[in-house]
Nanobody, 130 residues
Framework: QVQVVESGGGLVQAGGSLRLSCAAS????????MGWFRQAPGKEREFVAA????????YYADSVKGRFTISRGNTKNTVYLQMGSLKSKDTAVYYC???????????????????????WGQGTQVTVSS
């Protein structure tokens, strides 16, 4: 079992920046690929970004490309989502998610699939005021 905890959400003005953190624990022998999703009020959860276990590959939704950056931290199984040029439409609950360590590798085709991810955090609220 993998436990996932997000932090770093809050209220920010449009055009501002915010950094979210995600820490996954429970599989000390594994370095995990990790992803971020978000869900705005009244909308379906959508893919935001993902990074492979070794950091070699990063994937982004078109809506955040060029504004958000996903990266791995120095602590094992810690991932950051640096969000810049924030817009009101970025307001959502942001979820960190982890695929099963023995599951298929990330590809550009599957990285946004919900069912690829077995472990989810509780979410952190990001509110962008205009």
């Amino acid at each position: 079992q993998v436990q996932v905890v997000e932090s770093g959400g809050g209220l920010v003005q449009a055009g501002g920046s915010l950094r979210l953190s995600c820490a996954a624990s429970g599989r000390p022998g594994s370095t995990l690929s990790m992803g971020w999703f978000r869900q705005a009020p009244g909308k379906e959860r959508e893919f935001v970004a993902a990074i492979t276990w070794n950091g070699d590959n990063r994937y982004y939704a078109d809506s955040v490309k060029g504004r958000f950056t996903i990266s791995r931290g120095n602590t094992k199984n810690t991932v950051y989502l640096q969000m810049g040029s924030l817009k009101s439409k970025d307001t959502a609950v942001y979820y960190c998610a982890v695929p099963h360590p023995d599951g298929p590798a990330f590809t550009s085709s599957n990285v946004g699939w919900f069912n690829l991810y077995d472990f989810w955090g509780q979410g952190t609220q990001v509110t962008v005021s205009s």
